[in-house]
């Protein structure tokens, strides 16, 4: 069974670059059936889809964030990294990876970790 952990800091300065790593186990991320997905949860608020890549494929972000967000595979390590550039406290969330089906199926979650930005 696969199984997904997020990894990075939890407190980040307003103006710079957020950068998360998901550690993909129990199976391999070097393959086009599954897209490999960030998602975070605003303190009181909802769930919402950051973006999205897949093995030789390509970073799909939402239009609100797409200038600012960057997504990079790495096989050698099995991991997939995020990257969210002049961030803002408004970027303050709990982030989670997840693997995805091409039907936005999602089966996979990593527990989710608190990033705090600060002004």
């Known amino acids: 069974q696969v199984q997904l952990q997020e990894s990075g800091p939890g407190l980040v300065k307003a103006s710079q670059t957020l950068s998360l790593t998901c550690t993909v186990s129990g199976g391999s991320i070097a393959t086009t059936n599954f897209y490999w997905t960030w998602i975070r949860q605003p303190p009181g608020k909802g769930l919402e889809w950051i973006g999205m890549n897949s093995y030789r494929g390509s970073t799909y972000a939402s239009p609100s964030l797409k200038s600012r967000t960057s997504i990079f595979i790495d096989t050698s390590k099995n991991q997939f990294t995020l990257q969210l550039s002049s961030v803002t406290p408004e970027d303050t969330a709990v982030y989670y990876c997840?693997?995805?089906?091409?039907?936005?199926?999602?089966?996979?979650w990593g527990q989710g970790t608190q990033v705090t930005v600060s002004s």
């Open positions: 997840a693997r995805m089906f091409p039907t936005w199926y999602y089966d996979s």
